[in-house]
């Protein structure tokens, strides 16, 4: 089993900044890819970014050039850097890990985006 945990969520302005945070514990192997989706109120969940044990990162498109994901392999940490947020950035976001063909998934935090 793996665990995850997320944090760094809250409110900020538009234009504002906030990074988060996951960490993962537990059956931890090296080859995986984490991820951060986000789900909006009444919307869908959707992918926001990926990086894979080599580093390779993927974005969706509302966030390219705002976004940055990264990793800290040694402590099991990935983070997402979100710039220039926008009311519409606003939602739960959740960190999932994928290895072993299974995906683990956080229990979420909140990012509002509001004035």
């Known amino acids: 089993q793996v665990q995850l945990v997320e944090s760094g969520g809250g409110l900020v302005q538009p234009g504002g900044s906030l990074r988060l945070s996951c960490a993962a514990s537990g059956r931890i192997f090296s080859i995986n890819t984490m991820a951060w989706y986000r789900q909006a109120p009444g919307n869908e969940r959707e992918f926001v970014a990926h990086?894979?044990?080599?580093?390779?990162?993927k974005y969706a498109d509302a966030v390219k050039g705002r976004f940055t994901i990264s990793g800290d392999n040694a402590k099991n940490v990935v983070y997402l850097q979100m710039n220039r947020l926008k009311p519409e950035d606003t939602g739960v976001y959740y960190c999932i890990r994928s290895q072993e063909g299974t995906d683990y998934w956080g229990q979420g935090t909140q990012v509002t985006v509001s004035s």
């Open positions: 990086i894979t044990g080599t580093g390779f990162t």
